[in-house]
């Protein structure tokens, strides 16, 4: 029998300090290992518990986990999707927030730009998807952040532009097909994504009824898709995890960031804001940088509860530093929804936030089967599960990365 591994995601002169991972080489048995890494978006920790559902309740209580596993700053989805996938920080792989601008290709990038998402330089690090094709190991991808481009030189063998309106069931339906293609065209390495959680979560709250029949039913296509799986004739091993969780932010006071002034238009001509509900950054346009952020700061400072950071002073655990899309300064804060008067009004669920503080940016990481161990780590950052999905596809990490394969160790079975 060949042993599988399932993996479920529910669901950012730059290197600073980085460690380099060790990784074993590949198996010497005749097993070929599989990995199937599947996104739930905007899948809180503790979800299973508010909303019950079904296939994730009984997968969790007998799996080895990571009961808070802790997102990248900013906690945004294709920072975090891309980390996932790179096991770099956020300033490190080039992806700093869902929308910036990149001042060497100069040139904007938002997760809505089909240009900018399928372009290439925007993107550093080596994704899991290339990694595997660079050593012999074939790949496929129903949509994933970063997978419609060619990052270091490889796309996934398979892969499908993204498509919100994809139904649930064809996803999964097209994960199993590849799955039970023949051994030699069969990827090893396959992604699969689902947004209707963090949709939800977003217009009516983390624990409103729509969020309730959001999990529900993307538990029921979980539930078919491990059923299909377990059809196969193969042991399979599975990890369900996310890319951030959701904070309830309908009593969050609202800070806009054009309302800073106070009727200075001289000085607010000097800015560009780009703001993303905990944070924004902070592009000085005028001749005098040095001076104008200098009287942005005192004006930030009437603000109970809002940081402002220069690039260089953005605190060190933040990992948050040394790329220059990030620009001249940020705001943070989490104790206020950061927007503009201009910006939507409505939304009662909102990510980004510092998971060190709010900690219901914090996810969840399961895992089951022969490669895994019974046993619970409190909490662990995202960047580690790169090395682990590495080690267990038997692939060596050839560039260095954020992530540590010993942090997760314990969670496998040997």
């Known amino acids: 029998m060949r042993a599988f591994v399932v993996i479920f995601f529910l669901a950012s002169g730059l290197f600073t300090s980085i460690g380099c991972s060790s990784v074993s080489s590949a198996p010497t048995d005749a097993e070929k290992p599989y990995v199937l890494l599947v996104s739930i978006d905007g899948y809180r920790f503790d979800y299973n518990r508010l909303h019950n559902p079904k296939h994730l309740t009984e997968f969790a209580a007998h799996a080895a986990q990571v009961t808070h596993l802790i997102p990248s700053f900013p906690t945004v989805t294709f920072p975090n999707h891309?980390?996932?996938?790179?096991?770099?920080?956020?300033?490190?792989?080039?992806?700093?927030?869902?929308?910036?601008?990149?001042h060497d290709l100069q040139q904007s990038y938002s997760m809505k730009i089909k240009q900018a998402v399928t372009d290439d330089r925007f993107y550093h690090g080596v994704p899991l998807w290339s990694l595997a094709g660079q050593q012999g190991l074939k790949s496929a991808t129903y949509f994933w952040p970063g997978s419609e481009a060619k990052i270091a030189g490889q796309r996934p063998d398979y892969w499908l532009p993204y498509n919100d309106d994809a139904p649930n069931n064809e996803r999964v339906e097209q994960v199993l097909q590849w799955f039970n293609l023949p051994e030699a065209?069969?990827?090893?390495?396959?992604?699969?994504?689902?947004?209707?959680?963090?949709?939800?979560?977003?217009?009516?709250?983390?624990?409103?009824?729509?969020?309730?029949?959001?999990?529900?039913?993307?538990?029921?296509?979980?539930?078919?898709?491990?059923?299909?799986?377990?059809?196969?004739?193969?042991?399979?091993?599975?990890?369900?995890?996310?890319?951030?969780?959701?904070?309830?932010?309908?009593?969050?006071?609202?800070?806009?960031?054009?309302?800073?002034?106070?009727?200075?238009?001289?000085?607010?001509?000097?800015?560009?804001?780009?703001?993303?509900?905990?944070?924004?950054l902070i592009t000085a346009t005028?001749?005098?940088?040095?001076?104008?952020?200098?009287?942005?700061?005192?004006?930030?400072?009437?603000?109970?509860?809002?940081?402002?950071?220069?690039?260089?002073?953005?605190?060190?655990?933040?990992?948050?530093?040394?790329?220059?899309?990030?620009?001249?300064?940020?705001?943070?804060?989490?104790?206020?929804?950061?927007?503009s008067t201009d910006a939507k009004v409505g939304v009662t669920g909102k990510h980004g936030y510092d998971a060190s503080v709010i900690t219901d940016m914090n996810t969840v990481l399961y895992a089951q089967g022969p490669a895994f161990n019974h046993v619970s780590i409190e909490h662990a950052e995202n960047i580690h599960l790169y090395p682990l999905i590495a080690h267990i596809l038997g692939l060596t990490i050839t560039e260095p990365i954020d992530g540590r394969l010993s942090v997760l160790a314990p969670l496998l079975a040997q």
């Not at 891309?82 to 990149?102: K, M, Q």
């Open 82 to 102: 891309i980390t996932l996938v790179t096991g770099l920080y956020p300033a490190h792989h080039g992806i700093v927030s869902n929308h910036f601008y990149n």
């Open 185 to 280: 065209e069969r990827p090893q390495f396959v992604t699969l994504y689902f947004s209707d959680v963090d949709t939800a979560g977003h217009h009516f709250g983390p624990t409103s009824d729509n969020t309730y029949q959001a999990v529900q039913s993307i538990d029921q296509a979980i539930g078919q898709l491990l059923a299909g799986i377990q059809a196969l004739p193969f042991k399979v091993n599975v990890i369900i995890t996310s890319d951030h969780g959701m904070a309830n932010v309908a009593d969050f006071p609202r800070m806009y960031t054009d309302k800073l002034f106070a009727g200075n238009e001289a000085l607010k001509a000097k800015f560009s804001f780009n703001n993303d509900a905990a944070f924004s």
């Open 286 to 339: 005028g001749e005098n940088k040095l001076q104008d952020l200098d009287a942005l700061e005192v004006l930030t400072k009437k603000v109970p509860g809002l940081q402002f950071y220069r690039q260089q002073d953005i605190p060190a655990y933040l990992h948050f530093s040394g790329n220059q899309s990030i620009e001249d300064a940020v705001l943070i804060s989490n104790q206020h929804y950061i927007t």
